[in-house]
């Protein structure tokens, strides 16, 4: 149990909002594919934006919502799935963008879509030691630059957004349970092989562009999920001590057809099971505090409530955690 | 104050060894140039290995010092500063190698060159909180791929490696201070512009190369570094409540110049101030872990000792740790 207040969210989208029927156009597909498949309608690609210019936005709104200045965060935490850039660390670039002062650190957290809850996790108990007062989590992710527009499957569930989240010793609010495993022998299900000091940027040639975007096995992956995600999500249950009739389940919104099988698998009816991503995409790192947010926002978790933040993520991990809010 | 205990620490490096005049080859410098302007007389380039096996590698040695087996960790971080792909999270791909359980998740943390000194910041505090009890810090960078062989004052200054280091509660240590800034204002005075969401590899051409290599501005951030890192070396003293007469310094072994011009301004004696990069060269992440293992295994650093851990990172950031070993 970690004493811990998510005292605001944050949230910001790039300007250019994407139809279902213009990504249709971009992948080459038939009208009504993407509704029929991904269930996507709308998404949003960045244009001018950056993922640090629109974590720096999320960050603000947080802090808006929280009552707080910038002044008085002493920590700031990048949580991100994909890269501005291959260096320095995200955290830096929104620090910058933020113009916050040197004596607050910026580092990543990355445990790619589930990022959020990692970090959550790991600064919720530094606040609990007294190491930070007020921590601000980013999570900012452009998928749209890496996306294979030849692999419908994959090209259409994706947009692109940022999402943040300040927390605090505050008068309420714990973590009662918080768990993570790593089905490493999958990682391959999901990756992007190039980009990094395997497959260098140098390598590029037009006939490797596949090798540097997203690429899944969606079938397997979700094998994996459904065959592990079901008593991962019990057990979670069970370290909490509460029921599934007690909570609101923020799953990472990774796909419309893969969250309605899970919700299936997990016995939640709709409304304990928060689905927003038909309006934004797989917003990846994003898209769990985006949802948080979403959530706060339109009044379905209120102070005092019981929620579980719970995904899967590229490695193939599945996280979770059981919140008083 | 955080009671935690270094149980082991270990280090790989890649087979192939690089002299000094090989480098003068491959950048095209006259004869002496390498050890009259980085003072690396050899450093370790990956040809077969990747960062994950190197990382692995290191990670097996720091649990045979530690007198532990694999089935007794419990978390695995990896703390690097380059990526071996853009997807899934660098953790995940050394978690696959080491042929970890599912029940041992596995994150990043990074903040470049300091990412070690974070991760052993925020898993300390996790481990004081009864949240794991055997955490593996794998810092695991290959340098190599992204050298701009036409920029001779940072070609000549790196090599490939890996280091890592498992913690837990044990019957001494404590970290007694640690500190972090981040002067983002600074952030392109040493970055990889390219590479992510900014400039994609889908974008590279042989004529933007530049783009996506390692870049520096050496004097500026030595300015700054020069500057800042003095006073916040004496804060950390205070703050932990030591003299630098009783502390064993091991600083990020960014290069030997920099080093030497370091030590005179913290005012430390050659003794007190640990320095190897002739042999390794600038190991990004894997530096200051390697540094502190080598300073192990040669009987420098001894159980009860007090320890800074210190150094700067892209971003720019300072960072250092003042441990009772």
């Not at 605001?8 to 594919?33: D, H």
């Not at 999402?163 to 768990?179: F, T």
């Not at 019990?234 to 899970?262: F, M, N, T």
Request: with cysteine.
């Amino acid at each position: 149990m970690t004493p811990v207040t998510i005292l605001g969210t944050g949230m910001a989208l790039p300007a250019r909002e994407v139809s279902a029927a213009e990504v249709e156009q971009l992948a080459s597909l038939p009208a009504g594919w993407v509704m029929r498949h991904s269930g996507v309608r709308r998404r949003f690609f960045a244009e001018h934006e950056t993922a640090s210019s629109l974590g720096a936005k999320a960050a603000l709104q947080a802090l808006q919502r929280a009552g707080l200045e910038l002044g008085q965060v002493d920590c700031l935490v990048a949580a991100c799935g994909t890269y501005e850039q291959a260096l320095p660390c995200r955290a830096s670039l929104m620090h910058r963008q933020l113009g916050l002062s040197p004596v607050v650190p910026a580092f990543d957290v990355d445990s790619t879509c589930l990022s959020f809850a990692t970090a959550l996790d790991l600064l919720s108990l530094a606040v609990a030691a007294g190491r930070y007062q007020h921590v601000l989590i980013v999570s900012a992710d452009l998928a749209s630059p890496g996306l294979n527009w030849r692999d419908p499957e994959s090209c259409t569930l994706f947009g692109d957004g940022a999402a943040a989240a300040v927390i605090g010793s505050g008068p309420s609010g714990r973590i009662l349970a918080c768990a993570m495993e790593t089905h490493s022998q999958a990682s391959a299900l999901c990756e992007i092989r190039g980009g990094g000091s395997r497959i260098h940027p140098r390598h590029y040639t037009p006939d490797r562009e596949g090798e540097f975007l997203f690429a899944m096995d969606g079938p397997a992956l979700f094998k994996l999920v459904a065959q592990t995600l079901p008593s991962f999500f019990d057990r979670l249950l069970q370290q909490a001590g509460v029921s599934r009739q007690q909570v609101l389940v923020i799953p990472h919104q990774a796909s419309q057809p893969s969250l309605e099988k899970l919700r299936r698998r997990l016995a939640l009816p709709p409304e304990r099971f928060f689905n927003v991503v038909a309006d934004y995409g797989n917003l990846i790192a994003a898209s769990l505090p985006a949802a948080l947010h979403l959530a706060v926002e339109s009044g379905q978790l209120k102070r005092g409530d019981l929620v579980v933040l719970l995904g899967t993520s590229a490695g193939v991990s599945l996280g979770g955690m059981v919140l008083e809010f």
